[in-house]
Nanobody
């Protein structure tokens, strides 16, 4: 089983990015997908999750109202739309499956700077 993140980049404060998380090697539609991020010198933190059918979506307070998740099980992909980005959002973003998370991938770097 593997998950691969993409879509990161450099964006100005207030800007937007859409991250993608593509799964393979497991029944993607049977699992929740979780999003985490890790900034330099900080622990990895949970920021969002979406259930297997895309109905129940949970967000950390730090991103609530700015980030939105969606999923396309036919494409084995979960999206994280990030709007109103702040410098504090700069981090490497990771996704994983729940339950039975797999080894963390390389993540995708998000840089927020003017």
């Amino acid at each position: 089983a593997q998950l691969v993140e993409s879509g990161g980049g450099l964006v100005q404060p207030g800007g937007s990015l859409r991250l993608s998380c593509v799964g393979s090697g497991f029944i993607f539609s049977a699992y929740d997908i979780t999003w985490y991020r890790q900034a330099p010198g900080k622990e990895r933190e949970f920021i969002a999750s979406i259930d297997s059918v895309g109905v129940r979506r949970t967000y950390a307070d730090s991103v609530k109202g700015r980030f939105t998740q969606s999923r396309d099980n036919a494409k084995k992909t979960v999206y994280l739309q990030m709007n109103g980005l702040k410098p504090d959002d700069a981090a490497v973003y990771f996704c994983n499956k729940r339950p039975a998370p797999v080894s963390w991938g390389q993540g995708t770097q998000v840089t927020v700077s003017s």
